[in-house]
């Protein structure tokens, strides 16, 4: 076992403090990676809080992994000790049913180990994720980082860039097409970028009229500010896809009837109580669709990742040392990030007293 310095939470209420623990020696097929940097998600807010009814304490959470490989088991073939490495939010799965066989692991109904607060089936305690200096990690799991890539700015591409890709793929979200991004967060930035990338007509809908220019600095061809029922009007009809991101219940058949007919609204933001519930007419009679998506498998990660070197596309950040998260999420709860935090784990280095490997 090797000691690993963390950052956990010991219950909902009170701050993130430090937390020593240990992660396994490598096996033949494990990776270890010294982290780098770790982007702070909504999902570790809602989970350190226990906002999903689901969290075992203590907790330690972090699922946009970047770092070094420090070293390799001997049967690793896809990894070297130097290489940039980032991990995204699963650790395992079953690898053998249909989901996991296809590359969409995400969907693994059998073993599907997220990378904190899952059950490990190495030490028989729960997964840590990466508000830590060290993970270890089975090469299945890790995914290449193109060197194009600034690797902190790349970090929150792990959950939040996937997280809005897989959806647009999915959903055939293509040249010409007018798509919707509701919610102005980590996750709904690089919705933008995907969907202006993607040669959309995007269309941000946001509660915060102040971040109308940076939307559009990041590639929103429109900003529609949702409390304002005149200007989503205007809208009536006209979207082939919309991608709800927002960490928040709310008012869902505002976004449906801005459908055309056919059309999809895609939820992937989880509040931690129900929107209430949309009405079906708006659903019947123009055929729409209501769907749900979850992160993506591991292949489409590494596609995503692909894309994104070849794009110019990272997500915008502000850098924080790890004794600033308790303050950055609460900025976070009040919309006030833009548009993702990323932990330094030097700080975490520094504070611990444990040097990176030459
Ligand atoms: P975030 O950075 O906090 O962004 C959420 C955005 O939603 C805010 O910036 C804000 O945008 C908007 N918002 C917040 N409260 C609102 C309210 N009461 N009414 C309307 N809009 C509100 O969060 P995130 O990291 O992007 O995560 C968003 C959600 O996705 C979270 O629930 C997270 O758990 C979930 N998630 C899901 C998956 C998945 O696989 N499905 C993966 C990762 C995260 P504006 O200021 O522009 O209105
Ligand atoms: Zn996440
Ligand atoms: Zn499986």
């Known amino acids: 076992m090797m000691n690993a310095p963390g950052y ?36 570790d807010l809602h989970t350190v809080r226990n906002e999903w009814s689901n969290t075992v304490y203590p907790v330690v959470p972090g699922h946009e992994i970047i770092g070094r490989v420090a070293a390799c088991g001997h049967e690793v073939q896809g990894f070297k000790a130097g290489d940039l490495a980032g991990v995204g939010c699963l ?4 690898r053998t049913c249909p989901d996991c066989t296809e590359g969409l692991e995400q969907y693994c109904l059998k073993e599907l180990t997220f990378t904190y607060n899952s059950p490990d089936k190495h030490t028989g305690k729960m997964t840590y994720g990466g508000y830590s200096t060290q993970i270890v990690v089975d090469e299945r799991y890790v995914l290449q980082v193109p060197d194009r890539l600034d690797p902190a700015a790349a970090a929150p591409l792990l959950c939040a860039g996937i997280t809005t890709y897989s959806p647009m793929r999915h959903w055939g979200v293509a040249r010409g097409q ?10 709904g930035h690089m919705a933008i970028k995907f969907a202006h990338a993607f040669g959309t007509h995007a269309v941000l809908f946001t509660t915060s009229p102040g971040k109308a220019e940076d939307a559009r600095r990041l590639g929103a061809d429109e900003v529609v500010v949702s409390r304002n029922p005149e200007d989503m009007k205007k809208h009536v009809n006209s ?93 976070m709860l009040k919309s006030d990030v833009k548009y993702r ?6 700080s975490l280095r520094q504070e611990a007293g444990e040097a990176l490997r030459p």
Request: aromatic residues 6%.
């Open 341 to 346: 935090f990323v932990i330094d784990l030097a």
């Open 239 to 331: 979207f082939d896809f919309i991608l709800d991101t927002v960490s928040a219940p709310h008012n869902l058949d505002a976004y449906i009837e801005l459908l055309k007919r056919d059309g999809t609204l895609c939820l992937v933001g989880v509040p931690d109580t129900p929107h209430p519930s949309p009405g079906v007419a708006n659903l019947i009679f123009r055929r729409r669709q209501m769907s749900g998506s979850l992160i993506g498998g591991l292949p489409e990660t590494q596609e995503m990742l692909d894309f994104c070197a070849e794009h110019g596309i990272v997500s915008d950040i502000e850098m924080i040392p790890i004794q600033k998260i308790n303050e950055a999420y609460e900025r």
């Open 178 to 187: 007018k798509v919707g991004v509701v919610g102005l967060g980590g996750l």
């Open 91 to 94: 650790v395992d799965s079953c």
């Open 8 to 43: 956990a939470a010991h219950d909902p209420t009170t701050p993130l403090s430090r937390f020593d623990f240990e992660r396994r020696e490598p096996g033949p097929r494990d990776v270890h990676i010294e982290i780098l940097y770790c982007g702070v998600c909504h999902s």
